[in-house]
């Protein structure tokens, strides 16, 4: 689930303003994904997601439940690229803004003052589930430890 969370829409950027048309305003608005230009910080997501299951996996397998607490440590990591992300939202905007410079001086500026960058459904995805991948880790851990 990590992994599909990265090809979720991340960042979305909107453009609301009167002074351009509905039509323009809407090629402006753009939703881009973990690995989309901006946000360029789901690869490392999407590395911890395999990581993760496979230490998951083969240590269910094996019955090995220090293994599978071992899938936190690519879970904590995947818990840092959403957090990065919150501090790029100004490149997602610039991303946008590259396709607005084409338009006139005047249009171009009202734009850039009513441009509005959010967080979308990926993103908090990929952190609930990171946070559940290191929760499930934990209890695992647990279950080992009592074991001894």
Known sequence: MLGVSVLLPWVGVTVHTAAVPSAVSQQLNRSVNGLGQGVSWGWLTMVCAVAAG???????????????????????IALL????????????????????ARLPPVVYA?????????????????LV????VIGVSGAAFATAVKRR
């Not at 589930?129 to 559940?132: F, G, H, N, R, V």
């Open 129 to 132: 589930i990171a946070l559940t």
């Open 81 to 100: 690229s959403p957090v990065l992300v919150v501090f790029r939202l100004d490149s997602a905007k610039r991303s946008t803004s590259g396709l607005a």
């Open 110 to 126: 009202d734009i850039s003052g009513h441009t509005q960058v959010s967080l979308q459904v990926g993103w908090f995805l990929s």
């Open 54 to 76: 496979a230490l998951g996996v083969i240590g269910g397998v094996k019955r090995r439940p220090r293994l599978v607490s071992a899938a936190a440590i690519p879970g904590m």
